[in-house]
């Protein structure tokens, strides 16, 4: 069973903090990718990476960056959380012309 | 660019009835792939279906059926007799061939009542 893991379902975080969120996926691919999910917005992409240690801007990058130094590993970092990065974040991975796979979600409050 | 329009934010019906989500997409691309997703309570996105561009004939999956059409640029999903269990938030999503980034709707709250 194919699977996409994020390292926390609920995460509360002081404004200022820096949060790391963390997704793993078994599935060997080479494409991963970071959303963020708001209320009649959808998804919207903000990094992804096509091979270790690579990194592309998605959509919505701006107070956000990522870390992949293995393949397996994709890292988002909120190197200063703000009350606007509230929100819902999923990771996903994406071999050849599959369909991509979602992880559990995290939902991230910052107080 | 590339754009999914879902101009129905919530929908509410009784069990058993049918119910159709709308998807509309835009793209200069002649290759792309769209895809719908469900996403229940729990919050995992879970695949339903993917659709290339040179594929125009309609799917179904026992109670799921889906009608792609290129001339519209619509990509609708129908849901027949529907179930408690499929109340969820339904996502339209769009991809070209290379990039595999996707380009999401806005989704649709599915809820249907006993």
């Known amino acids: 069973d194919v699977k996409v893991t994020q390292s926390s379902r609920y995460l509360v975080k002081r404004t200022g903090e820096k949060v790391f969120l963390e997704c793993v996926q078994d599935m060997d691919h080479e494409n991963m990718f970071w959303y963020r999910q708001d209320p009649g917005l959808g998804l919207r992409l903000i990094y992804f990476?096509?091979?270790?240690?690579?990194?592309e801007k998605g959509d919505i990058p701006e107070g956000y960056s990522v870390s992949r130094e293995k393949k397996e590993r994709f890292s988002l970092i909120l190197e200063s959380a703000s009350t606007n990065q509230t929100s819902m974040y999923l990771c996903a991975s994406v071999g050849g012309l599959t369909e991509a796979f979602f992880g559990q979600g995290t939902r991230l409050t910052v107080v | 660019a590339q754009k999914v329009t879902q101009a129905q934010t919530e929908i509410s019906v009784v069990e058993k009835e049918d119910v159709t989500l709308d998807c509309v997409y835009e793209t200069r691309d002649t290759t792309y792939y769209l895809f719908w997703y469900k996403q229940p309570p729990s919050g995992e996105l879970v695949f339903l279906i993917r659709?290339?561009?040179?594929?125009?004939q309609n799917e179904i999956s026992g109670r799921y059926s889906w009608n792609f059409q290129k001339s519209t640029s619509s990509f609708n999903f129908t849901i027949t007799a529907s179930q408690v269990v499929d109340s969820a938030v339904y996502f339209c999503a769009l991809t070209n061939q290379g990039a595999q980034k996707l380009v999401f709707g806005q989704g649709t709250r599915l809820t249907i009542n006993p």
């Open positions: 990476s096509y091979d270790v240690k690579m990194k």
């Open positions: 659709r290339n561009s040179f594929d125009e």
